[in-house]
C-alpha cells in the first residue's frame, strides 16, 4: 500500500488548519503590514522544497509555501472581515 497520498493530505489539512489562526492572530496584532513576513516564510518554503530530496517533505514544504503566499491574500480578507465588524479591531490596526 502506498500511504504518500494520505501523509500528504493529512500534512495539507493541518497546514491550512494552523495558518488560519496565523492569520488571525497576525492581522489582530500586526494588521496588514506584516504581509512581507508571509512572503519570506513563503520564498523559505519554496527553497527548501527545491533542495529536500525526499518527495513527501519536498512536497509538505511546498504546500507551506504556497499557504504562506495564500496568506497575504488572507491578511487584506481579515481585514475586510474586521471593517464589518466580523473580529474584533486589534491594537495593529491604525487609529
Known amino acids: 500500500m502506498n500511504f504518500t497520498g494520505i501523509i500528504v493530505g493529512l500534512a495539507t489539512f493541518l497546514i491550512i488548519g494552523v495558518f488560519h489562526p496565523i492569520v488571525i492572530k497576525a492581522e489582530y496584532y500586526l494588521g496588514t503590514k506584516c504581509w512581507w513576513m508571509f512572503l519570506v516564510a513563503g520564498i523559505a518554503f519554496c527553497t527548501l522544497s527545491l533542495v529536500v530530496e525526499n518527495l513527501i517533505a519536498s512536497t509538505i514544504l511546498g504546500v507551506t509555501a504556497f499557504s504562506s ?5 488572507e491578511l487584506i480578507h481579515q481585514k ?16
Do not use: A, M, T
Request: glycine share 14%.
Open 69 to 73: 503566499f495564500w496568506s497575504i491574500l
Open 80 to 95: 475586510r472581515r474586521v471593517d464589518k465588524g466580523w473580529f474584533p479591531e486589534g491594537p495593529g490596526h491604525n487609529k
